[in-house]
């Protein structure tokens, strides 16, 4: 088992453990940063249920070790940091196992993302008057402290209010995304947002959903993130992670026949009030410890916030320098900077927009050439993203998709 200490994991762990008994190898991550590190919780389901455990705790040389890692093995960029942490827990399984079991799919089969209850509470909040929701942001922003953690309070009141203001799609990906489209302008290079044009930035989302009918939002919320999120960010890292350690992974909430029913299911039985998972909680309630059902959803991250604040900055500084943006073509100097200035001096988490850029400009790197130009107005983006297979799905898809596929040895020097 991958084992989190969290609810998905905790649950195969318990099943698992019926049928073949005590003893499953069971692995788990902790890190020297404590509001990453949550390895306490994995060690109290382990000891529950009398696995064979093993954790592996990272500090900052393994995590730059592991970025290295990626960005050599990836043949196409990943947007997304828990790579890293995947693939160094896949290594330290490897050692004594070929194949592991994972929680993914749960959160989008039974409600269990806190953006799904940000939905509810974000059609409460626009029932306010314009002037008092104006107040309310201006109020939560000066209370709440960007402490650069792990999903802390402060970061998750700021995504929070960034998307109550919009359509229910926009908001949604607003929240999941790392570079929204009102920010595009300010980032993206004029020349390249031109050749954009005016498509919509969400028209994949809501081609995936055209034609479709939907008991409920929070039904239409759980079959976009089962056809984009899941597939094409959560089991393609695990797959790439884990197959670049020569490990197996597989998914037991992903049966088709479990995924079938759970998503036949009405969606109170998913989400009740603001609690998520509200059915698989009652399934597995007298299987799991106590704190393991109440403790708080938390993802599977690495300490970017931080790391950019303790050295990673001046890397990005140099990296994101206004001759070697100007030469790349692709960004826009100005908004790049505000972005890296405002987190350093811990204004703003900008911790998800800083990670894509970063991650783009090494696959950049790869495919042109260190700090090479991108032929933008002769010809493609990049390989493959012009002609036919450049509508909105196809940009949207590259646009997710930009992890450090480059010379990952260079980002620290």
């Not at 997304?80 to 749960?106: C, M, N, Q, W, Y």
Request: glycine share 10%; net charge positive; charged share 25%.
């Amino acid at each position: 088992m991958f084992l989190s200490g969290g609810l998905d994991s905790a649950s195969v762990l318990a099943y698992q453990t019926e049928q073949v008994g005590p003893g499953v190898p069971a692995f788990s991550l902790g890190h020297d940063q404590r509001s990453f590190d949550e390895s306490r919780f994995a060690v109290r389901a382990a000891r529950f249920f009398d696995a064979d455990y093993h954790s592996l705790i990272l500090g900052k040389a393994d995590l730059e070790d592991g970025l290295r890692r990626v960005g050599e093995g990836l043949d196409e960029p990943l947007g997304d940091a828990s790579t890293i942490p995947t693939h160094l827990l896949a290594r330290f399984a490897r050692r004594r196992v070929k194949v592991v079991l994972s929680g993914e799919g749960a959160d989008e089969l039974f409600a269990g993302y806190p953006t799904y209850a940000g939905h509810l509470l974000a059609e409460r909040f626009r029932r306010f008057p314009a002037w008092l929701r104006a107040a309310l942001r201006a109020v939560a922003r000066g209370l709440a402290p960007v402490s650069m953690g792990n999903v802390g309070v402060a970061y998750l009141l700021s995504r929070f209010l960034s998307g109550t203001e919009m359509d229910r799609i926009e908001r949604h990906h607003e929240w999941f995304g790392s570079l929204s489209p009102r920010r595009h302008a300010a980032v993206i290079a004029p020349a390249v947002l031109a050749r954009l044009g005016a498509d919509d930035a969400f028209g994949s989302a809501r081609a995936g959903l055209k034609g479709k009918k939907f008991p409920d939002d929070l039904a239409e919320l759980l079959y976009s993130d089962f056809l984009l999120y899941l597939q094409d960010d959560l089991l393609t890292k695990v797959d790439r992670a884990t197959m670049l350690a020569s490990l197996e992974a597989r998914a037991p909430f992903l049966d088709h026949e479990l995924a079938e029913f759970v998503a036949s299911l009405p969606s109170r039985l998913k989400l009740r009030g603001i609690t998520g998972k509200a059915i698989l909680r009652e399934a597995v309630g007298r299987r799991l410890p106590r704190e393991i059902l109440s403790r708080r959803k938390r993802g599977f991250n690495i300490p970017f916030s931080r790391w950019v604040l303790e050295g990673l900055g001046e890397t990005l500084d140099r990296r994101f320098s206004r001759e070697r943006i100007e030469a790349r073509g692709l960004l826009a100097f100005e908004g790049v900077s505000a972005l890296l200035r405002e987190h350093m001096s811990r204004q703003v988490d900008h911790r998800k927009p800083l990670f894509t850029l970063l991650a783009l400009d090494l696959w950049c790197d790869r495919v042109y050439g260190e700090g090479g130009m991108v032929p933008v107005a002769g010809g493609s983006l990049s390989p493959g993203m012009t002609g036919a297979g450049c509508g909105p799905e196809r940009r949207d898809a590259i646009m997710r998709s930009t992890h450090d596929n480059g010379r990952g040895r260079e980002i620290f020097t």
